[in-house]
């Protein structure tokens, strides 16, 4: 079993910056592609950002700029900075991850989603 855990979301102005954190735990050999996706109200849930293992990143049109994806293999977390926040950023932020278990299965794991809030 592999468990995702974001953190970081809350309420915050228009303009200002929040960093989220997804903590990978359970049976992990290792964690390729990691990323970000966000869901607002009455919309389809949209990818936001991607990072390998190696460390390449990629961005949606609409955060590339203002949002910077990283991690830290040791400590198997992924983060999201998030700068400039505008209220259209506003949604639940999933992490997901492509892991490969002890038992040398991959599989696909999402996180439980974490709400950021952008007041005008």
């Known amino acids: 079993q592999v468990q995702l855990v974001e953190s970081g979301g809350g309420l915050v102005q228009a303009g200002g910056s929040l960093r989220l954190s997804c903590l990978a735990s359970?049976?992990?050999?290792?964690?390729?592609?990691m990323g970000w996706y966000r869901q607002a109200p009455g919309k389809q849930r949209e990818w936001v950002a991607g990072?390998?293992?190696?460390?390449?990143?990629n961005y949606a049109g609409s955060v590339k700029g203002r949002f910077t994806i990283s991690r830290d293999n040791a400590k198997n977390t992924v983060y999201l900075q998030m700068n400039s926040l505008k209220p259209e950023d506003a949604a639940v932020y999933y992490c997901?991850?492509?892991?490969?278990?002890?038992?040398?299965?991959?599989?696909?794991?999402w996180g439980q989603g974490t709400l950021v809030t952008v007041s005008s």
């Open positions: 359970g049976s992990i050999f290792n964690i390729n592609d």
């Open positions: 997901n991850a492509v892991v490969l278990t002890t038992a040398r299965v991959y599989v696909e794991v």
């Open positions: 990072i390998t293992s190696s460390s390449h990143t």
